[in-house]
């Protein structure tokens, strides 16, 4: 059974820094695209960062130049560093990842964590 777990988020000023993690679980055989995503209250979910598994990386313009999305292919994780932080980037994140698995291929989504900027 895939699962995709996530860890980080939580408070912080505005201007400082966050760190997402988020690793899936079970029979794997490839990871077309994983990345993040949020969803602030009121507003539709929006993409933040993907990388694809040949390693490009996008990015929501909003994000660009602060945040930094990395993939660890040998623990099928990918890490979001989030730095510059504003209230605006207030939201819940959630981890998304388009794969191939055994009996279970498909496009998954993590529980959400909450990120949450201060001014």
């Known amino acids: 059974q895939v699962q995709l777990v996530e860890s980080g988020g939580g408070l912080v000023q505005a201007g400082g820094s966050l760190r997402l993690s988020c690793a899936v679980s079970?029979?794997?055989?490839?990871?077309?695209?994983m990345g993040w995503y949020r969803q602030a209250p009121g507003n539709q979910r929006e993409l933040v960062a993907v990388i694809a598994d040949g390693g490009t990386t996008n990015y929501a313009d909003s994000v660009k130049g602060r945040f930094t999305l990395s993939r660890d292919n040998g623990k099928n994780a990918v890490s979001l560093k989030m730095n510059s932080l504003k209230p605006e980037d207030t939201a819940v994140y959630y981890c998304?990842?388009?794969?191939?698995?055994?009996?279970?291929?498909?496009?998954?989504w993590g529980q959400g964590t909450q990120v949450t900027v201060s001014s």
């Open positions: 079970g029979t794997i055989f490839r990871i077309k695209t």
């Open positions: 998304n990842a388009d794969l191939y698995a055994w009996a279970s291929s498909g496009n998954y």
